[in-house]
């Protein structure tokens, strides 16, 4: 269904997927914005924000239409990705390796018992207003999210262990826990600016739209917002850490990729993230074209396929049509032991992926788990039948497998409209499933919230962008994330709740010991993938192509082969030097960066280049 990702994710940038606010797919009509930043006869776009003649603009093609500009309701991975350019965090993630830095927090401690966490805040962030940014915008953001439902929808699983939030001044902020919490150095919440939000009734229905500039303190400020069609957004020049080097950033939706790709051929776009990577095709198709480079490097989202496990709320009360045979855990396991993940990583991805395992990509390598061989719900055709009879679902003469209600079994699959992967793996699961004597209808759709909220599915495809931390993803599955009642929108990824996995989740989040926290993480991982309603199919590569005449230089992450779009920070656009620049750079010497036609420390396919990360013969193919 970001991080991180998608989007679910796609979180920070995280989510991409098919719950409510993380869909890959949105409806809207795709325009075309030239790099001089003016509007085409596709795009009536007010011009108030338009970039001035001769200004440097950034134009990123992205295959997602933004849900919400509210960093308390968004959750897919290109809105996410936005906030992070438009508001500071506690602490932010180095590009190099992950680690915790500054933010708007210089410095943090907790006490010897680690509950209670003190943050000195910096006395050089202003919100873009004028204003000075203090640890009261901070307290009142979480504070918020404590007492107010509507606020706590994207984010509330990181402060659902908050006793008290206080700022005793401008520049100290202190956190009380009910108990030890190790994700108090990767806190992925956007802090806003109490004098600005206060002002706001519904948070659930407040989207932060109406007014430009969005007052942020964020490197970028947004001066405009078209829905469905663009965000632009201006550098913000006190911005801390320095100002952007680009004048204007503009993130463009467009929901055929193909027509990005070609604005990219064209120059009338810098960057093509596709949806979220392009297709071997189109990655085959710019190789070799001037001024044109491709990125392709070790990714930090997973493939999956979710099932229906029979939706329902926090009140016990059930809903949607799901499937009653998808209930036994044989059934699951029957389906995805007839997933043949090679075929899906060579001919789907042609190899710009690596087969799936667990529930975290191998990028994160301190918590990436795989089956044992006993466990692993290897390509078995032959064994999935078997399952299934032993399941009670037998075929009739004609070959067709039977519910209990004696109707032949047909699983509706949801499919993102704009994502070709999810058509492609579709087209080979009717082949494999029918098979088995399962009937297969992919419905593929623009927006597939409704469906996914009502519980009108049985299987769906599924994604998240991860963050380094991995709290957020693995907190969707808990049962503290399901809807409160059918008609309210909870956190949940597909209504998985399971007490042994959520006393799981409570110990990993209460350990501060890393090795120790990545054993439990596993067990969690190894747990989800027992209950059978994941099936993680592929760790794609992060794919992405950018014009060298455009951009000169731009940040990597991480630093050894890594992506530019959706990262877990601001680094990419922040960093973006313009080709016509001098050169000049206040980028701290990083060694992740791409500079024009020479690569330091990054994977790219391109002239002398190679592609990262095919799959390997060996078993054990994880970074």
């Not at 059930?318 to 043949?340: E, I, M, T």
């Not at 009739?396 to 058509?423: E, F, M, W």
């Not at 190894?526 to 192509?545: F, I, K, Q, T, W």
């Amino acid at each position: 269904m970001s991080t991180q990702v998608h989007g679910r994710g796609l979180s920070g940038p995280r989510r991409s997927g098919p719950r409510a606010g993380r869909l890959v797919a949105a409806a809207g009509a795709a325009a075309l914005v030239f790099s001089a930043g003016l509007a085409t006869p596709l795009d009536p776009a007010p011009r108030r924000a338009a970039a001035a003649e001769g200004d440097s603009v950034l134009t990123v093609a992205v295959a997602q239409s933004v849900d919400s500009l509210s960093p308390f309701l968004a959750q897919r991975l290109v809105s996410t990705s936005i906030h992070r350019l438009m508001y500071e965090y506690l602490t932010n993630y180095d590009p190099k390796d992950n680690h915790a830095v500054p933010g708007l927090a210089t410095r943090w401690e907790s006490s010897p018992d680690k509950l209670t966490w003190t943050y000195t805040i910096r006395s050089d962030s202003k919100w873009s207003d004028g204003q000075q940014a203090t640890a009261q915008d901070a307290a009142w953001t979480f504070n918020k999210m404590m007492t107010d439902e509507g606020a706590a929808t994207a984010n509330g699983s990181f402060v659902g262990n908050f006793e008290k939030v206080t700022a005793p001044s401008p520049t100290q902020l202190v956190i009380q826990l009910k108990k030890p919490q190790a994700t108090m150095t990767a806190l992925d919440v956007p802090i806003v600016p109490k004098h600005v939000w206060e002002k706001v009734g519904d948070f659930s229905k407040f989207n932060n739209d109406k007014s430009f500039p969005v007052v942020g303190n964020g490197p970028f400020v947004l001066t405009d917002y078209k829905p469905d069609s663009y965000v632009r957004l201006k550098p913000n020049k006190d911005f801390w850490r320095g100002a952007p080097k680009f004048d204007e950033l503009v993130v463009r939706y467009y929901k055929d990729q193909d027509a990005a790709v070609a604005a990219l051929r064209k120059g009338e776009v810098s960057f093509v993230a596709g949806s979220p990577s392009l297709t071997p095709a189109q990655a085959a198709s710019l190789k070799n074209e001037k001024n044109i480079r491709v990125n392709d490097a070790p990714g930090r989202r997973f493939y999956a396929l979710a099932t229906n496990p029979g939706a329902k709320a926090k009140n016990g009360q059930k809903f949607g049509d799901g499937d009653p045979s998808l209930l036994d855990a044989r059934v699951r396991h029957a389906l995805f032991q007839a997933v043949d993940r090679k075929t899906v990583i060579d001919k789907v991805f042609q190899g710009h992926a690596v087969e799936g395992q667990g529930y975290i990509p191998p990028r994160f390598s301190q918590y990436f788990w795989k089956p044992s061989a006993s466990q692993e719900l290897a390509y078995d055709p032959e064994k999935a039948g078997r399952l299934l009879d032993q399941a009670g679902y037998k075929k009739n003469s004609a070959g067709k497998r039977l519910g209990k209600d004696g109707k032949p079994i047909t699983y509706r699959v949801l499919c993102h409209a704009t994502d070709p992967n999810d058509k492609a793996v579709g087209q080979y699961l009717t082949e494999w499933w029918g098979e088995l004597g399962i009937g297969v209808t992919l419905d593929c759709l623009d927006n597939v919230t409704d469906p996914w909220l009502a519980g009108t599915y049985d299987l769906a495809f599924d994604g998240w962008s991860v963050n380094p931390d991995p709290d957020f993803v693995l907190s969707i599955h808990t049962c503290a994330a399901l809807p409160a009642t059918p008609k309210v929108t909870g956190a949940t990824d597909n209504f998985v709740c399971d007490k042994r996995y959520d006393d799981l989740y409570a110990r990993q989040l209460a350990e501060y010991d890393p090795a120790k926290r990545a054993t439990i993480v596993k067990q969690m991982e190894s747990r989800l993938y027992d209950l059978g309603y994941m099936n993680v199919m592929a760790y794609p590569n992060a794919v992405e192509a950018y014009r060298t005449d455009q951009i000169k230089s731009i940040r990597t992450m991480p630093s050894a082969a890594g992506n530019i779009y959706g990262q877990d920070g601001y680094w990419s656009w922040w960093s973006a030097v313009p080709a016509a620049s001098d050169g000049s750079s206040d980028d701290s010497g990083s060694t992740g960066i791409v500079i024009g036609g020479v690569v330091l420390a990054v994977i790219l396919v391109g002239a002398g280049g190679f592609v990262a990360l095919r799959r390997r013969s060996t078993a054990d193919d994880r970074e």
